[in-house]
């Protein structure tokens, strides 16, 4: 493939080198790329809270899709245990706050970043994702590397989906116990910026 060209010259390389070339020449164009999709995506609405009855029905729906796995199925579940708990447990140490900056003399103008750091861990998972397939499209790469890129790819892709699963219910945590009222608002962290920087800062931020 053209974009794999800068390989032509090295076919002996080892697979580190090898993901290193490919994150010097790809990387950045790559996570401008996910970076731009995943905010398009956006996030939940921290302040649209469910129904009781909707927190039920979910946590119902997450019990028989557990209990209707038959034996077969869960032979592959416990081999992707690991990873599918280690992105589960990774999503809970992320703080799921919002940053908000606000104008020292202006307390009305405000700038919210949605839970940015669950936002950029997203974004490096799918990032290393994407550095591995294309590493791995280069045609002097030896079988047992690319067998090992292909298991590294599978574990990132179950990291990836236990991470997403931790979001999911700790997102429903934080709503359900603002529904029961023991938790008043949404977590954020604030920070009082001059005007100066609060204005630089809105000219470097772009929506898509």
Not at 165 to 177: A, E, H, I, P, Q
Request: positive net charge; hydrophobic residues 40%; glycine residues 4%.
């Amino acid at each position: 493939m053209t974009q794999l060209n800068f390989f032509k010259k090295s076919p002996d390389l080892s697979l580190l080198q090898l993901l290193e070339r490919t994150i010097q020449v790809h990387g950045p164009r790559v996570w401008q790329q996910i970076s731009l999709e995943e905010i398009k995506k956006g996030e939940p609405d921290s302040e649209i809270i469910p129904q009781f009855r909707e927190f039920l029905d979910r946590m119902l729906t997450d019990w028989l899709r557990f209990k209707s796995q038959n034996p077969r199925q869960m032979l592959p579940f416990i081999k992707q245990l690991l990873p599918l708990s280690a992105g589960f447990s990774f999503s809970w140490l992320l703080p799921i706050s919002d940053i908000c900056f606000r104008n020292r003399l202006n307390s009305n103008q405000i700038i919210y970043l949605h839970r940015p750091m669950i936002l950029l861990a997203r974004i490096l998972v799918l990032w290393l994702q994407q550095m591995f397939r294309l590493a791995q499209e280069h045609s002097g790469i030896g079988k047992k590397d690319r067998e090992r890129m292909l298991q590294i790819n599978r574990i990132l892709e179950q990291f990836e989906q236990g991470f997403r699963s931790g979001v999911y219910r700790k997102d429903l945590t934080v709503k359900f116990l603002r529904a029961a009222r023991l938790l008043k608002k949404h977590p954020e962290i604030t920070f009082p910026m001059d005007p100066s920087l609060m204005h630089w800062l809105e000219t470097q931020i772009k929506f898509g």
